[in-house]
């Protein structure tokens, strides 16, 4: 269990954490994608995109030919890591595999 969530039961924990591939970051979470070309880049950023539109909740991102970043934190919130980006992440993850 990760001490920033040392206050909450260990299956919240497993749910608040996407993976090991995102990094927290200036208050953002923060994952590079790299894929074998623009093509499937652009691609996996339309999956993203339909999911981010579902759940209102959208990426700062950018695409150069086959790599992809994508920053999340809540603006509404005050630019701050919250829940809903932890969503968001834990979804782009399942479109990455």
């Known amino acids: 269990m990760t001490s920033n969530y040392k206050h909450l039961p260990s299956c919240f924990v497993y749910y608040l954490n996407p993976t090991d591939m995102w990094s927290e970051t200036d208050n953002k979470l923060y994952r590079a994608f790299t894929f074998s070309d623009f093509k499937e ?42 829940i809903k980006d932890r969503e968001l992440a834990k979804a782009i993850d399942t479109v990455a595999k």
């Open 41 to 82: 880049a652009f691609a996996f950023m339309t999956r993203v995109a339909d999911i981010a539109s579902r759940l209102n909740h959208h990426p700062t991102w950018t695409n150069t030919y086959n790599k992809v970043e994508i920053w999340l934190s809540t603006h509404d919130a005050g630019d701050i890591i919250t």
